[in-house]
């Protein structure tokens, strides 16, 4: 009896990669774009990144300390993440008091209800994020002019953003070839100088940390290109058949939450799908979705929404599209 074999659940190789690990290469990722956000936003991004991240910190501890009885876990760096994706996706002149409630939102509500990290079916930033765009409008949609790093924190001045204008104008009877006219070149937004949230307002700190991701392995291609490839090819068909009623894709790109949501949020492990395939599929609904929204929705940016809508198809996904088994017989004929 002594020569008895312990048989257990699968995985039964391990890498040498960690949660912690694979988070800290997303905080790195995320690095260019913070550095960015306080050169343009001055104080107000530090402050609220900071808020963010220690309510995200504080709410998960307490949680697990008090509530759940768990061992804590701050320390694997996923409230770290949850907390500076929630601040990338706010104003940089929001309320403290908006940011903590955010937070609370984002870790008691939409990730330790249900049971913590790997069991959490929406990402818990952008649920974070939506609840607080519903309850306080105003304030998620008062969006700070970049001014540089001098810039004040409750004192920013506000503008609409290129998505809002073009939105907006349209809604109006405004030809699009005037509102062009009116918002960032796209060099100016692929630099980031643009009003927006935090996180997304310069594509080239977003695209540094796509490339470091793929050079680490954290994330593969396959969620963020198919996000972008899909809106670039609708956007292009709708820009062909009316230019003077639809952006052209360059800027449904560059304007707006995509790359932030395509590179750091659609590819959320827990919140993803499994397997190459079904990241396109799941990719491309994104894209698809984010462009309804976007030219048919009340709302003027829609990536949020695509994302938690995706999120919910993807245990199905995992389900259903899943690659052969190993020793699998396959038919002929």
């Given at each position: 009896?002594?020569?008895?074999?312990?048989?257990?659940?699968?995985?039964?190789?391990?890498?040498?990669?960690?949660?912690?690990?694979?988070?800290?290469?997303?905080?790195?990722?995320?690095?260019?774009?913070?550095?960015?956000?306080?050169?343009?936003?001055?104080?107000?991004?530090?402050?609220?990144?900071?808020?963010?991240?220690?309510?995200?910190?504080?709410?998960?501890?307490?949680?697990?300390?008090?509530?759940?009885?768990?061992?804590?876990?701050?320390?694997?760096?996923?409230?770290?993440?949850?907390?500076?994706?929630?601040?990338?996706?706010?104003?940089?002149?929001?309320?403290?008091?908006?940011?903590?409630?955010?937070?609370?939102?984002?870790?008691?509500?939409?990730?330790?209800?249900?049971?913590?990290?790997?069991?959490?079916?929406?990402?818990?930033?952008?649920?974070?994020?939506?609840?607080?765009?519903?309850?306080?409008?105003?304030?998620?949609?008062?969006?700070?002019?970049?001014?540089?790093?001098?810039?004040?924190?409750?004192?920013?001045?506000?503008?609409?953003t290129p998505l809002a204008i073009i939105k907006e104008g349209?809604?109006?009877?405004?030809?699009?070839?005037?509102?062009?006219?009116?918002?960032?070149?796209?060099?100016?937004?692929?630099?980031?100088?643009?009003?927006?949230?935090?996180?997304?307002?310069?594509?080239?700190?977003?695209?540094?940390?796509?490339?470091?991701?793929?050079?680490?392995?954290?994330?593969?291609?396959?969620?963020?290109?198919?996000?972008?490839?899909?809106?670039?090819?609708f956007t292009t068909i709708l820009w062909l058949v009316n230019?003077?009623?639809?952006?052209?894709?360059?800027?449904?790109?560059?304007?707006?939450?995509?790359?932030?949501?395509?590179?750091?949020?659609?590819?959320?492990?827990?919140?993803?799908?499994?397997?190459?395939?079904?990241?396109?599929?799941?990719?491309?609904?994104?894209?698809?979705?984010?462009?309804?929204?976007?030219?048919?929705?009340?709302?003027?940016?829609?990536?949020?929404?695509?994302?938690?809508?995706?999120?919910?198809?993807?245990?199905?996904?995992?389900?259903?599209?899943?690659?052969?088994?190993?020793?699998?017989?396959?038919?002929?004929?």
């Open positions: 009896m002594s020569n008895l074999l312990n048989v257990s659940p699968s995985p039964h190789v391990h890498g040498k990669e960690s949660t912690q690990k694979l988070m800290l290469n997303v905080v790195i990722a995320l690095i260019p774009a913070f550095i960015t956000s306080v050169f343009y936003f001055g104080i107000g991004a530090i402050i609220v990144t900071a808020t963010s991240v220690a309510s995200c910190l504080i709410f998960e501890y307490l949680i697990q300390r008090f509530v759940l009885k768990k061992p804590i876990s701050i320390t694997d760096g996923s409230a770290l993440v949850t907390g500076i994706l929630l601040a990338f996706n706010l104003p940089s002149n929001i309320p403290v008091l908006i940011v903590i409630i955010g937070s609370f939102i984002s870790i008691a509500v939409a990730k330790m209800t249900f049971g913590g990290l790997g069991n959490n079916p929406f990402n818990p930033a952008l649920v974070g994020r939506v609840f607080m765009l519903i309850s306080f409008p105003v304030q998620m949609t008062s969006w700070p002019v970049p001014k540089g790093l001098g810039t004040g924190y409750l004192d920013a001045v506000t503008g609409a349209l809604k109006n009877g405004e030809p699009l070839s005037k509102l062009m006219q009116m918002i960032p070149t796209p060099s100016q937004m692929f630099l980031g100088d643009m009003g927006g949230s935090m996180g997304e307002v310069a594509a080239v700190a977003l695209l540094i940390g796509f490339i470091y991701l793929l050079y680490k392995k954290v994330i593969t291609w396959h969620i963020p290109v198919s996000i972008v490839a899909t809106m670039a090819v230019p003077e009623k639809n952006a052209d894709p360059m800027f449904h790109i560059l304007a707006g939450g995509v790359l932030l949501g395509a590179i750091f949020m659609a590819t959320d492990y827990v919140t993803s799908p499994m397997v190459p395939r079904a990241m396109l599929i799941y990719g491309c609904g994104i894209g698809i979705i984010t462009v309804i929204i976007r030219v048919y929705g009340a709302y003027p940016e829609g990536v949020s929404f695509a994302i938690l809508i995706m999120n919910a198809f993807v245990p199905l996904m995992n389900a259903y599209i899943k690659p052969k088994r190993f020793g699998e017989e396959v038919k002929n004929g």
